[in-house]
């Protein structure tokens, strides 16, 4: 075993999360960090998935009716664990997703404010009372719990976003069943032990919390089964076309939260040392494998040649190599096909009259992880490959001369997660807020369009998928809504001037 493995087994034993090597696992969990082998474990097959789902229906039956408030208190002592095993929760994240040791607790700790954020909710899960037209009567509506509720989750956030979903939809009165990615097994039955430890203290249900280990297959049990009335589903837009006609089929709900090409616009006010800083965190922060990662610069032309300059200075100064060394600021892409695409993209992009500013080959780091040098590419225009999300540190430049040039740019792609602009003119930034600006469910002035914090609604438009999650009233997605109309008069008006005797 390697000293990656060990360590991935210590921490799987302090988080109570057993043995990551089982007998006949067909499931190999490998470290992107050296491409070691970390564990291996079973998928359920399509029964026992379909029993964990009935199990889950059966906690939620009860757990519906459990007060809110009450309910609470169970997603509280999943954020007391989550303080008190942050460093070995974040390491493991570190492990198995690759992300810098920062950004792995910076996931935790993103767990931590949507744990705080629903206990906070779970006394405000509110309706309104609503004026009504019938003299002794009373119109309101209620917020019940919903059901089961299916996550599915993708590698580069491997328990936030499982978190979002699930702090909430606890809070609402639901349950959850998670299939998180193959590629970050350990990290889920990881924050799963912790889940489980905390239902213990707060006395919930079992089953309420499971998760389903497997491939797609396993994911389409959850998405089919008609026991499971929301299913919130986070990767890329392909995965999302496959799930949401699925789910409609049956008329579900779902929730997507699929891919970004998130821009920054660089106007020529921009403070342009507070840009690069922005641009360099989003645009090679988590090896820019993250939903809002920046992959597009839309810069004014007159100051082009100085950002482009400063950046690739930046770029060429980054900490390259092991996530888990202190220094480090860029680790490894999560395995082979994402190392391929990036370099097919790379290929593409020059291919497209693209200009190579910097990085876009392999970087030499030891073991058998997929690292690469960082690139920016200054594009004479917006091609295909531009329009399309490579999920890695690939970052294009293009130029323009006014500003609704820039927009059209901007909102001229499929995908409309989050977006930027970096300008001290207020006239512009509005502008880009406003109705004619950005297209995206996020829109941002003088930060990068990624690491956006739990509170404001987080998703997109368009091929993103136009799911909301985390803050604001996202919670309202994990509930059904019931109107009543109560008569507490003696007389049957009704509703309309609508005669009936
Ligand atoms: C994702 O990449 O799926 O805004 C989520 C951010 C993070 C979440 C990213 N808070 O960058």
Known sequence: MTDIAIRTQDILDR??????????????????????EIGRLRS?????????????????????????????????????????????????????AGKIVSEGLGEVQEMIDICDLAVGLSRQLHGLTIATERPGHRMMEQ???????????????????????????????????????????????????????????AGVPEGLSAVLLGDYR?????????????????????????????????????????????????????????????????????AGQRCTSLRRIIVHESIKDDLVTRLKAAYETLPIGSPLEASTLVGPLVDQPAFDAFGAAVEQATADGGDLVTGGTAADVEGDGFYVHPAIIDMPKQTEIVKAETFAPLLYVLTYSDLDEAFALHNEVAQGLSSSIFTLNVREAEQFMSVVGSDC????????????????????EKETGGGRESGSDAWRAYMRRSTNTVNYSTELPLAQGVEFV
């Open 441 to 460: 469910g996020i829109a941002n002035v003088n930060i990068g369009p990624s690491g956006a914090e739990i509170g404001g609604a987080f998703g997109g």
């Open 143 to 201: 917020w019940h719990p919903l059901g089961v509720v299916g996550v599915i989750s993708a590698f580069n956030f491997p328990v936030a976003v499982w978190s979002w979903n699930a702090a909430l939809a606890f809070v609402c009165g639901d349950a959850v069943v998670w299939k998180p990615s193959e590629k970050t097994l350990l990290t889920a039955l990881g924050c799963q032990a912790l889940a489980a430890e905390a239902g213990r203290r």
């Open 218 to 286: 396993i994911g389409e049990v959850l998405v089919d089964d008609p026991r499971v009335p929301l299913v919130s589903a986070t990767g890329s837009t392909r995965m999302g076309k496959q799930v949401a006609p699925r789910v409609a089929a049956r008329l579900g709900r779902t929730l997507l939260e699929l891919g970004g090409n998130n821009a920054a616009i660089v106007a020529p006010s921009a403070d342009l040392d507070l840009a690069v800083r922005g641009i360099v965190f989003s645009a090679v922060g988590t």
């Open 44 to 96: 359920h097959t399509a029964d026992e998935a379909a029993d964990v789902i009935g199990r889950a229906q059966a906690a939620f039956e009860q757990w519906r009716s459990v007060p809110a408030p009450v309910r609470g208190q169970f997603v509280r002592e999943l954020g007391e664990l989550l303080r008190e095993h942050k460093d070995d929760l974040g390491a493991l994240v570190s492990i198995e």
């Open 15 to 36: 988080l109570g999360a057993g043995n990551p090597f089982v007998a006949d696992g067909d499931l190999v969990c490998r470290s992107p960090i050296d491409g070691s």
